[in-house]
């Protein structure tokens, strides 16, 4: 019981986290805005592992759909799911997967490997999302709202995993 209430209390304060971090958002002229969404996410499922990460950000969408203001611009309702950045809000879901999953593997290279993996699937889906509002083929819609993000994106990714060891550590 101890054991799940310490992360299921992990799994609240992510949630909060995501949103806040979702609001330290720079705006840019392709849409998308430059956040740190993306490196929380990652930290979370490196930290939680799966059911407990996932449902951190479940939680964050579904606060966001049902219109809690949790959404980049203190913006929040079903909308922005079927926005031109919504399809990058989904993807939360196979990324903080993708990093849950992650302690199976032995070497902290395919950690790293899966949850970079993670970064591009939620891309993917960004981009198909993006590209399917805005009419602009796929690679178009790539340059445009994922490739420069991913120079981010990766780093950020990798950078959560190496926060995430001592972090487990200290606190699970």
């Known amino acids: 019981m101890k054991h799940n209430l310490k992360h299921l209390t992990?799994?609240?304060l992510f949630t909060?986290?995501?949103?806040?971090?979702?609001?330290?958002?720079i705006p840019t002229p392709a849409i998308v805005p430059v956040s740190l969404?993306?490196?929380?996410?990652?930290?979370?499922?490196?930290?939680l592992h799966l059911r407990y990460s996932s449902l951190s950000v479940v939680c964050y969408i579904l606060a966001g759909i049902m219109g809690v203001p949790?959404?980049?611009g203190f913006?929040?309702?079903?909308?922005?799911?079927?926005?031109y950045t919504g399809g990058f809000i989904i993807g939360f879901?196979?990324?903080?997967?993708?990093?849950?999953?992650?302690?199976?593997f032995k070497t902290d290279l395919l950690k790293i490997l899966v949850g970079v993996i993670g970064v591009i699937i939620c891309?993917?889906?960004?981009?198909?999302?993006?590209?399917?509002?805005?009419?602009?083929?796929?690679s178009t819609s790539a340059l445009l709202v994922s490739i420069p993000f991913l120079l981010k994106d990766i780093p950020l990714c990798i950078l959560a995993y190496y926060i995430s060891k001592p972090l487990k550590k200290k606190f699970l």
């Open 123 to 138: 891309h993917c889906i960004g981009v198909l999302q993006y590209s399917a509002l805005s009419g602009n083929d796929f």
């Open 37 to 47: 969404q993306v490196f929380i996410i990652c930290l979370c499922g490196f930290f």
């Open 75 to 83: 913006q929040g309702g079903p909308q922005h799911v079927l926005s």
């Open 93 to 104: 879901i196979p990324l903080v997967f993708c990093c849950g999953i992650a302690h199976l």
């Open 10 to 12: 992990f799994a609240a």
């Open 16 to 25: 909060a986290i995501i949103a806040v971090f979702a609001q330290l958002a």
């Open 70 to 72: 949790v959404f980049c």
